[in-house]
């Protein structure tokens, strides 16, 4: 499987002519160039409401993306009409629409590495009881795709779509090692978020520490992201750099040493059955 990268061109370039040979063609017009810079600011709007939830007047949308308030009252009121976005009872307050659900709920269903490690997260999820996670790594970010809950009453708050920093998370320096330092640096700021008071926040520091992860094959979030919560996680290395990552995260509260081992070799055989199962994708 080999989806589309944002910002990828996914065709070679016609040239100077269009399709039609005729010069500029018919994509480089001024209906052509407003109609791209509608679609950029749709996906702009649907991305704003993805990371805010809840519902939002139109002066705060306006004051975070800077968009024109009359241009962006239209979209948003095309984006209500057609059900990708909704308000409230006044009219006056937007959020995220139903539609931008089974868009999101369509990418898992027909995302191949997703269906082949059902099982072995089934399994994973048998021998340790515990939370676990399948997450692709999105720019600096880390991105749930499938999860299972933890057996125990103590246990983390998960859903599909969760989108946590990569520096902060097991998942995201798993697949964080299997860069180059030089690619990491090109990645990441100088200076990362703290998200808690134990984050990594230097990248210096976290390249240093992704030398560790590939050396031993895991990665340890040390309540980097939640307070309270280690979490162990390895690369699922069917490409190169990888992409996808399992994790597995368990209460402080109850993690004991001989436990910490269990749950590495745990994700170790994890690892390995999905490599098989996603050695063609």
């Given at each position: 499987?080999?989806?589309?990268?944002?910002?990828?061109?996914?065709?070679?370039?016609?040239?100077?002519?269009?399709?039609?040979?005729?010069?500029?063609?018919?994509?480089?017009?001024?209906?052509?160039?407003?109609?791209?810079?509608?679609?950029?600011?749709?996906?702009?709007?649907?991305?704003h409401f993805a990371a805010r939830p809840g519902?939002?007047?139109?002066?705060?949308?306006?004051?975070?993306?800077?968009?024109?308030?009359?241009?962006?009252?239209?979209?948003?009121?095309?984006?209500?009409?057609?059900?990708?976005?909704?308000?409230?009872?006044?009219?006056?307050?937007?959020?995220?629409?139903?539609?931008?659900?089974?868009?999101?709920?369509?990418?898992?269903?027909?995302?191949?590495?997703?269906?082949?490690?059902?099982?072995?997260?089934?399994?994973?999820?048998?021998?340790?009881?515990?939370?676990?996670?399948?997450?692709?790594?999105?720019?600096?970010?880390?991105?749930?795709?499938?999860?299972?809950?933890?057996q125990h009453y103590l246990r983390p708050f998960?859903?599909?779509?969760?989108?946590?920093?990569?520096?902060?998370?097991?998942?995201?320096?798993?697949?964080?090692?299997?860069?180059?330092?030089?690619?990491?640096?090109?990645?990441?700021?100088?200076?990362?978020?703290?998200?808690?008071?134990?984050?990594?926040?230097?990248?210096?520091?976290?390249?240093?520490?992704?030398?560790?992860?590939?050396?031993?094959?895991?990665?340890?979030?040390?309540?980097?992201?939640?307070?309270?919560?280690?979490?162990?996680?390895?690369?699922?290395?069917?490409?190169?750099?990888?992409?996808?990552?399992?994790?597995?995260?368990?209460?402080?509260?109850?993690?004991?040493?001989?436990?910490?081992?269990?749950?590495?070799?745990?994700?170790?055989?994890?690892?390995?059955?999905?490599?098989?199962?996603?050695?063609?994708?």
């Open positions: 499987m080999n989806r589309g990268e944002p910002g990828g061109s996914g065709a070679e370039s016609e040239g100077p002519e269009g399709a039609e040979g005729r010069p500029g063609g018919a994509e480089g017009g001024p209906g052509a160039q407003a109609a791209v810079k509608s679609a950029v600011r749709t996906v702009l709007l649907l991305e519902l939002h007047s139109l002066a705060d949308i306006q004051h975070d993306l800077g968009l024109p308030k009359s241009s962006l009252y239209m979209l948003l009121r095309t984006l209500v009409n057609l059900g990708w976005v909704e308000t409230d009872a006044t009219g006056t307050r937007y959020g995220i629409g139903v539609r931008a659900l089974l868009v999101g709920s369509s990418y898992i269903d027909g995302d191949e590495v997703v269906a082949a490690a059902r099982p072995t997260l089934d399994r994973l999820s048998d021998d340790t009881t515990e939370t676990i996670h399948l997450a692709r790594r999105d720019g600096t970010s880390v991105v749930y795709l499938a999860t299972r809950p933890s998960t859903r599909v779509g969760r989108r946590l920093p990569v520096h902060s998370t097991a998942l995201g320096k798993a697949l964080l090692a299997t860069h180059s330092d030089d690619e990491v640096r090109t990645l990441l700021p100088r200076r990362l978020e703290a998200v808690t008071e134990h984050t990594i926040t230097d990248r210096e520091r976290l390249v240093d520490e992704l030398a560790l992860v590939r050396e031993q094959g895991y990665a340890v979030d040390r309540e980097e992201n939640t307070l309270g919560l280690r979490c162990f996680g390895v690369a699922v290395p069917y490409r190169t750099p990888a992409r996808d990552a399992v994790s597995c995260s368990v209460p402080v509260a109850r993690l004991t040493a001989d436990r910490e081992q269990r749950i590495k070799a745990a994700l170790f055989e994890a690892r390995d059955r999905l490599s098989v199962a996603t050695r063609r994708m």
